[in-house]
Nanobody, 124 residues
Framework: QVQLVESGGGLVQAGGSLRLSCVAS????????MAWFRQAPGKERAMVGQ????????YYEETVKGRFTISRDNAKNLVYLQMNSLKPEDTAVYFCAAAWGSGLGYSMEDYDHWGQGTQVTVSS
């Protein structure tokens, strides 16, 4: 069973940056594709982006393209979400998710393992 723990959330002013980290344990990290989702108050959880097992394939949701970057370090069992040029509408709880296998998955149902989430608040 893979366990995921996110860190790095906090309060930041609009235009600022944060880097979220997610450390995985309990599985062979390089066998998993990884994703970041977010859930704002009153809204459904939605994908921010994802990265395949190798780091070669990436996907970003349209509103974060050019501002957010996902990367991974398979040697350290870590996946990162670098968030730049943050906007108040980026305020949400951010979740790390994992799924065994190659390729990409675009919905929550494609992911089997979830972290507890970390709060990101962007003030205007």
């Amino acid at each position: 069973q893979v366990q995921l723990v996110e860190s790095g959330g906090g309060l930041v002013q609009a235009g600022g940056s944060l880097r979220l980290s997610c450390v995985a344990s309990g599985g062979i990290f390089s066998n998993y594709r990884m994703a970041w989702f977010r859930q704002a108050p009153g809204k459904e959880r939605a994908m921010v982006g994802q990265i395949d097992w190798s780091g070669d394939s990436l996907y970003y949701e349209e509103t974060v393209k050019g501002r957010f970057t996902i990367s991974r370090d398979n040697a350290k069992n870590l996946v990162y979400l670098q968030m730049n040029s943050l906007k108040p509408e980026d305020t949400a709880v951010y979740f790390c998710a994992a799924a065994w296998g190659s390729g990409l998955g675009y919905s929550m149902e494609d992911y089997d393992h979830w972290g507890q989430g970390t709060q990101v608040t962007v003030s205007s």
